[in-house]
């Protein structure tokens, strides 16, 4: 009878541990899908900005170019300044004095 009843002790115990076990798969189950949808979500975000970047990227180097252009042509026109205002000074000099 000790023997009948240490068996059935370790049997309840084995059945207690089999539903801990159950329950607590369950549980890694739910925290696991959870984790996925939150992934997915991070996933497409991510994608979301990813594609904002690349289109902020293709703006600011087309602005980038712009600015190039426009600082070329500011030199240009600076140098043109410079050499009329010698030319005038040049003029200038070459007038008789009064």
Do not use: C, Y
């Not at 189950?29 to 991070?42: F, N, P, W």
């Amino acid at each position: 009878m000790a023997e009948e009843d240490s068996i059935e002790r370790k049997l309840r115990k084995l059945e207690i541990q089999h539903a801990e076990t159950r329950w607590l798969t369950l549980r890694l189950d739910d925290d696991v899908k959870e984790l996925r949808e939150d992934l997915r979500e991070v996933k497409a975000t991510q994608q979301d900005h990813t594609t904002i970047l690349n289109e902020h990227s293709t703006i600011l180097n087309e602005h980038s170019a712009k600015l190039q252009e426009h600082d070329a042509r500011f030199d240009s026109v600076d140098s043109q300044l410079r050499s009329l205002t010698q030319m005038v000074g040049q003029v200038l000099d070459r007038l008789p004095e009064k």
